[in-house]
């Protein structure tokens, strides 16, 4: 006998087929059809079936470096995966998608970075860093990194990079190199001025004191110039006083006004001086007439 592809032979009639997730209960006879179970939590059936029980669903073994990536449903059984920094060497020939085994991803040494990242089942390539890129770091997923510009940072470059290490920076540099220098020149110009200014203004200061010490040691009484009636006679040194009046040749009766000394002829003669020159006759005359011009030439007498 014949049956269809959902049904199986059992004995002198077709029975059918239980379908995905369940299993047989109970088988068909003449009066009755096959009766289907769902399969119980942790089993699985996968397929269209006529067995009396389902599959049991596997576990993924950590020590084969597996883990869970899809649970167990009562028509499929549980997929693995492989736990990170691992890939899969074997999958499964019945899942998709299903790791059997395991392995390490190789690391990059430093000098090397990853050119291709590790997938679920390749293992991460490693290649040498060029020039101007490095890599210090031992793992599996870090690429080569360009060298720190220092210049970039406004900063000094202290050290070259290499494949293994990044390029050393030192302290911030100044903009103009030649600031620092000129400055300092600068200032000592202008220290040196400022000395020397202040030297002169003390050498000049010094000077003007010497001088007027210098005037003041050298200013003498110069004595007054004499008529020439008074140098050609002077008073006979017999005579000691001179009066008019009854007065003093200083003093003037009618004036009302005291007098210091006497300008008599151009001269200034003082009180104590008065007697000194043969001069009663002028002096006397210039007292009464006090605002009297001087002698001029054709007055004064003829020897």
Known sequence: MTCGPDEYNRGDHCCKKCPKGTHVSSECNRTSETKCQSC????????????????????????????????????????????????????????????????????????????????????????????????????????????????????????????????????????????VPAGLWAGLVLTILLVFIGFLCLRCKKRRRKVVITLESTQTFIPPALPPDVIKYPRSPESETHTHNSKPCAEEDDGGLDYEGLVCDGVTVLPEKCAAFSISDTCMSFISEPFRSEPQEDDWPVF
Request: net charge negative; proline share 4%; charged share 20%.
């Open 40 to 179: 119980s939590r942790g089993f699985y059936m996968n397929m269209v079936n006529y067995v009396d029980k389902c599959f049991q669903c596997k576990s993924c073994i950590s020590s084969y470096h597996l883990e869970m990536s899809e649970t167990c449903t009562n028509e499929s059984d549980t997929k693995c995966k492989c736990m990170e920094g691992f890939y899969c060497t074997k999958t499964s020939s019945v899942l998709k998608n299903d790791c059997e085994s395991c392995k390490a991803v190789s690391p990059c040494p430093p000098g090397h970075g990853v050119s291709v990242p590790h997938n679920s089942t390749h293992d991460a390539m490693c290649t040498p860093c060029p020039q101007g890129t490095f890599n210090n770091k031992t793992d599996y997923f870090t690429t080569c990194q360009n060298h720190t510009r220092c210049s970039d940072l406004g900063r000094e470059l202290l050290s070259e990079g290499t494949a293994e290490t990044d390029a050393k920076c030192g302290d911030f540099m100044t903009r103009c190199h030649w600031m």
